[in-house]
């Protein structure tokens, strides 16, 4: 995981300076006594935001199974819709939660390619992060963040030969840049990335004989959508 870790540090890195810098760059274009209206008005109001997402899940296809050389994982990618509430302390310090649920379905590769589809779970992946909005660029609002995420696995199901999956409930580390333009006081337009850390304990059965090992997600979360605050 440490190089997993590094690289997913220095990409997330590369991200967060290139939406801040997409921020200023679009705020220097803006008239400023238009922007700077909207960020009086959008400060001006209460400390709750609610934003609604098309969310892009694309995990990281690598893990294996304990005693079999050369054995990994993938798992399928999905879109789905997601929800965040945030409450804002102060300007600058804010809290969200997010909140969604998909699915992954599990293929067996590597050395154990051959088997096929091992699986698949649904997963509802509730993640808090401690956010620092920037307040320098008008209606441009970039922020990072940084939190905790756990993650539940239910209606879990092996495929063909493979039974009694189980994939265990995990905690794990989430990153988090992106940015709103505000509209007007209340209604804005959100982009939005999180890495998440996750690489959570698993195992099934193969024709009744015993399989453990690790799923190492590690997925991103890239979406966008609409933002309300009041």
């Given at each position: ?29 803006t ?10 008005d ?32 993938s ?23 997010i ?39 008008g ?5 990072v963040g ?13 495929k ?29 337009v959100?982009f939005?990335v999180?890495?998440?850390f ?17 799923a ?15």
């Open positions: 995981m440490p190089n997993t870790l590094t690289r997913s540090l220095s990409l997330f890195a590369a991200v967060a300076l290139a939406a801040i810098g997409q921020a200023a760059t679009a705020a220097d274009l008239p400023a006594p238009a922007a700077e209206a909207v960020a009086a959008v400060e001006a109001l209460g400390p709750w935001q609610i934003r609604l997402r098309a969310l892009g899940v694309i995990t990281n296809n690598s893990g294996h199974v304990n005693g079999i050389s050369g054995s990994d994982l798992y399928s990618d999905t879109i789905v819709p997601e929800l965040d509430i945030t409450y804002y302390f102060t300007n600058n310090i804010a809290a969200e939660l909140l969604g649920t998909t699915y992954a379905n599990i293929d067996a590769a590597g050395s154990i390619d051959a088997l096929g589809k091992v699986g698949k779970t649904w997963l509802l992946p509730p993640t808090l992060t401690l956010q620092y909005h920037f307040t320098d660029f209606a441009f609002k970039p922020y940084a939190g905790v995420n756990y993650t539940l696995f239910y209606n879990q199901s092996g063909g030969a493979f039974s009694d999956l189980d994939v265990k409930n995990e905690f794990g580390a989430a990153l988090q840049v992106g940015f709103d333009y505000m509209i007007d006081e209340h209604w804005g959100n939005d999180k890495k998440l996750l690489e959570p304990e698993w195992k099934v059965k193969l024709d009744g004989a015993p399989l453990s090992g690790k190492k997600l590690d997925p991103w979360l890239i979406g966008t959508g609409i933002t309300y605050r009041f």
